[in-house]
């Protein structure tokens, strides 16, 4: 028997080896195992100083920021569990603005050097009539599945940058991963409404409908109601567009909210709507609020 390595004559005990042959005592050593699957390795690949079997290497996947298989840790992100992630990238890499997933050299950079990824950018609002199409949708929207009319109300919508929005809330940088993309004001007996450019379509529906309500609100809902039941249903009106809208992972941001305002509004909202339905809800809410107030 001749082992399929040196070509000796093997004399004695000898491996077995899949997709080599017959090994002996003296070459067993020399064989190099996958670090993945712990096979022998025939022909393989050598990546960070680790040998990776053929099967391995190519049923890997690929990190989105790098390009190179995953064959450690991997880092996913929740928006996007299809996108997979190295660790050297999530440790290392900048961040996307909008998904917080790590960017690689195809990056896209805005004026308030805000960076996009290319998935997030494919469908980013970045121009007026781009967020009127959306106005117009989503205020179709509203009037036929939430019974809302904005007949003869007059707004301006504007959408921009970043440092725009932290002016029109007054601060300087935001704390806490707290971020706001949206706002709704009313000064000068007149109404504003302003969307941060750059995020994906489907963050601008569910920014869109969130602050749209709020207009809605000044007009319908008692002057005295609690910022409890103004943001609760302002959520509650996000979560109802991302569901018909199929994204699925907004519904779900705007459904797991748990903090005293947004998240305790939004579930005392939902609590009416089991007792009303979501058509009749908005009716059903401006008699209890002013029946209560």
């Not at 494919?122 to 007949?151: P, Y």
């Not at 305790?264 to 009416?272: Q, S």
Request: overall charge neutral; glycine content about 6%.
């Amino acid at each position: 028997m001749i082992c399929d390595i040196c070509n000796n004559v093997i004399y004695d005990e000898y491996w077995k080896v899949t997709d080599i042959g017959n090994v002996c005592d003296n070459c067993i050593d020399s064989v190099q195992i996958c670090t993945k699957c712990d096979s022998f390795v025939k022909k393989g690949y050598s990546y960070k100083g680790k040998v990776i079997c053929e099967a391995c290497f190519k049923g890997a996947n690929i990190c989105r920021c790098c390009g190179k298989p995953i064959l450690g840790q991997t880092y996913l992100n929740k928006r996007y569990p299809y996108r997979y992630f190295c660790k050297d990238c999530s440790d290392k890499a900048n961040r996307c603005d909008f998904c917080g997933s790590p960017v690689g050299e195809t990056v896209f950079e805005y004026s308030d050097k805000r960076i996009s990824c290319q998935l997030c950018n494919s469908t980013a609002i970045i121009t007026i009539e781009q967020l009127v199409e959306i106005e117009k949708d989503t205020l179709v929207w509203m009037k036929q599945k939430m019974d809302m009319d904005f007949q003869g109300i007059d707004y301006n919508m504007q959408l921009v940058d970043s440092n725009e929005i932290k002016k029109i809330f007054g601060i300087q940088d935001y704390e806490d991963k707290k971020r706001f993309t949206g706002i709704f004001r009313h000064f000068n007996n007149s109404n504003y409404i302003y969307i941060e450019n750059g995020f994906p379509k489907n963050n601008v529906y569910n920014t869109l409908a969130h602050e749209m309500t709020h207009l809605w609100q000044f007009y319908n809902f008692p002057k005295q109601t609690s910022q409890l039941w103004i943001e609760g249903h302002a959520v509650w009106i996000s979560y109802q567009i991302c569901i018909d809208k199929n994204f699925q992972y907004d519904a779900k941001i705007e459904y797991d909210r748990i903090d005293k305002l947004y998240g305790l509004g939004f579930r005392k909202i939902r609590a009416l709507e089991n007792i009303h339905g979501s058509k009749e809800l908005n009716k059903n809410l401006i008699i209890y609020l002013k029946n209560n107030i």
